[in-house]
């Protein structure tokens, strides 16, 4: 936050710089973290300005609702037209600046400066400076209409310096965080994250930012670092690439490569199993083998993972992309809310696709996402024509939990799609065995639709 006067000059156009060397995430219209201006967490000797008018009207003095000196930043001499007078502020570190605040120098009633417009310019080294624009190209922020009011300025697009992040949408969010789809201009100049694109030069990059909530407890922020930890080892073509992170300020976020084509539930749902008679109508087809593939690769990069002891918890096809790609993570809570069960008004449980010691003991494993996996194999041969157990209520998936703990041959399977044989059925039965132990390995699964199902049409 700012504070910035200009004696006698209410028509100029003054500029804040900002010397931005982790980030924060966009806010809802609000300033979710003051980073320190008004508080003093800032220091004097990082609030410098081009001049002064007196000692009393240092930068040091520009901050919002302050008293000491003469309770603002005044420059020197004139700002229009040169406009070559500015306020600067060394955040040393990277920073996501989604908004700005600006005062005038109200004194008890005695101040009469105020700035009605300004401008905003950035830098990611201290020696090449940007100059912030709006939507629609603009670069002059309207400011203070009197001396006291302060006039707060959302950022859209927000200033990000180094990586450049420009937050476009929220992509959903899931117990313990959001996930925004952003972009990162000139991904090239940032060697720091391992691009594994062959990106344009001056084009921008999309990526799927994941940001932990900062009210997350202390295990949700340990199983986040957890992930970061085992994500930054991923090399594996079916598992969404982990391109950077910031773990050394709160709000801990990752960056990870984004699939424009989509996930593999709104690819598929959109089509129709294309059967030995050829096309029935103009619809979009998939095959048989295709489906066999596609599931196959799932297997491949789950297999990855449980190498790797990590558990995903919310495998399905809402969670890999279109080219096959298994991604979470929190990525499609907004659009496929509905999938969720919600607990105290939030979408947090995925239940149509938990074991039932997920459910109600909450115990997450490899062997859990095995029979996360069995479902969404389901999904797959259905062609994602219905959620899974579309015929009961949410109450009635977790009564029906109690019912595989029970075990008194009362629980509820998935029924066979149309289109499956009766051998691949029999895996997916095979994925959602009481026991545990009893449930087939992802490496087993692999070698099943790699060798046996291909042929089983």
């Known amino acids: 936050m700012t504070q910035m006067t200009a004696d006698e000059f209410r028509s100029a156009l003054p500029v804040i710089r900002m010397l931005l060397m ?32 007196s000692d009393s009207t240092e930068a040091k003095h520009g901050r919002l609702s302050t008293g000491e000196g003469d309770g603002a930043w005044c420059p020197a001499g004139a700002v229009f037209p040169s406009e070559s007078e500015y306020l600067q502020v060394d955040l040393h570190r990277l920073h996501f600046l989604a908004l700005v605040g600006t005062q005038g120098r109200h004194a008890d009633g005695h101040g009469q400066e105020f700035t009605r417009n300004y401008r905003l310019r950035y830098s990611r080294d201290g020696v090449k400076w940007l100059t912030w624009t709006d939507h629609w190209g603009q670069d002059v922020v309207s400011g203070n209409q009197n001396t006291y009011d302060i006039v707060l300025k959302d950022l859209g697009p927000p200033i990000v310096a180094r990586m450049c992040l420009i937050f476009k949408e ?12 952003c972009e990162i201009e000139n991904p090239q100049d940032l060697p720091i994250l391992e691009f594994p694109f062959n990106v344009r030069k001056g084009r921008p990059l999309l990526v799927a930012v994941k940001i932990l909530r900062p009210d997350a407890s202390k295990n949700a922020r340990n199983d986040f670092l957890k992930e ?75 297999k990855f993972l449980s190498s790797l002891n990590f558990v995903h ?6 969670n890999c992309l279109r080219h096959i790609k298994i991604a979470d993570f929190g990525m499609s809570r907004n659009l496929y809310a509905g999938d969720y069960y919600r607990i105290q008004g939030r979408a947090v449980l995925p239940i149509r696709w938990m074991a039932w010691e997920c459910i109600l003991m909450g115990k997450f494993t490899t062997a859990s996402d095995v029979w996360a996996f069995g479902v969404t194999l389901w999904e797959m041969l259905s062609v994602c024509q219905e959620q899974p157990y579309s015929n009961l209520t949410d109450e009635q998936v977790i ?10 041959s009362r629980q509820v399977y998935l029924g066979r799609p149309a289109v499956c044989p009766q051998g691949l059925y029999e895996l997916m039965l095979s994925c959602w065995n009481r026991d545990c132990k009893l449930r087939p390995s992802f490496s087993d699964i692999h070698s099943f639709l790699t060798e046996d199902a291909m042929n089983m049409v």
């Not at 929220?170 to 789809?181: A, I, N, R, Y």
């Not at 918890?313 to 809402?318: I, V």
């Not at 009564?399 to 008194?408: I, K, V």
């Open 313 to 318: 918890r919310d495998l399905a096809t809402r």
């Open 228 to 302: 970061v930890k085992i994500l930054s080892r991923l090399k594996d073509p079916n598992i969404i690439r982990l391109l950077g992170v910031c773990v050394s300020n709160d709000p801990l976020c990752m960056v990870t490569e984004y699939m424009e084509c989509g996930d593999l539930n709104q690819y598929l749902s959109h089509r129709v199993l294309l059967d030995k008679t050829g096309p029935s109508n103009d619809a979009p087809t998939v095959s048989y083998p295709a489906l066999i593939s596609m599931a196959s690769q799932i297997a491949s990069g789950m």
């Open 399 to 408: 009564d029906n939990a109690g019912e595989f703990f029970r075990d008194q």
């Open 170 to 181: 929220k992509l959903g969010e899931g117990q313990f965080g959001e996930v925004h789809l």
């Open 22 to 53: 982790p980030w924060y995430p966009p806010p809802a219209a609000q300033c979710r973290y003051a980073l320190g201006m008004e508080d003093g967490t800032i220091p004097d000797s990082d609030v410098t300005a081009s001049s002064a008018w």
